[in-house]
Nanobody
Framework: QVQLVESGGGLVQPGGSLRLSCAAS????????VAWFRQAPGKEREFVAA????????YYGDPVKGRFTISRHNAKNTVYLQMNSLKPEDTAVYYC?????????????????WGQGTQVTVSS
């Protein structure tokens, strides 16, 4: 049983930065893979980034490679998504998901636990 809460979203100008947080309660992130997905109105949920519980392996969707970084602070049971050089097409609700697994997945249906999402809007 894992409860997830995302925070850190907001309105930012193109080229700006935000850091999203995904905090867990109920269970720790130990032995869990954690991923970030995003969903814009009228579009399917899109893979953004994922890492293993150890944080030693990271994976990114093509649209965010080189701009976003996923990381963990396991002692705080928190996963972060640092987003730099933001573009209007990054506008979406961002969700974190978790699954007890030695592997990470890029499809949303592999994840068992989800947060409520946090809105990111990139606009002038």
């Amino acid at each position: 049983q894992v409860q997830l809460v995302e925070s850190g979203g907001g309105l930012v100008q193109p080229g700006g930065s935000l850091r999203l947080s995904c905090a867990a309660s109920g269970r720790t992130f130990s032995s869990y893979a954690v991923a970030w997905f995003r969903q814009a109105p009228g579009k399917e949920r899109e893979f953004v980034a994922a890492n293993r519980w150890s944080g030693d392996s990271t994976y990114y969707g093509d649209p965010v490679k080189g701009r976003f970084t996923i990381s963990r602070h396991n002692a705080k049971n928190t996963v972060y998504l640092q987003m730099n050089s933001l573009k209007p097409e990054d506008t979406a609700v961002y969700y974190c998901g978790a699954v007890k697994s030695d592997y990470v997945f890029s499809t949303a249906n592999e994840y068992d636990y989800w947060g409520q999402g946090t809105q990111v809007t990139v606009s002038s």
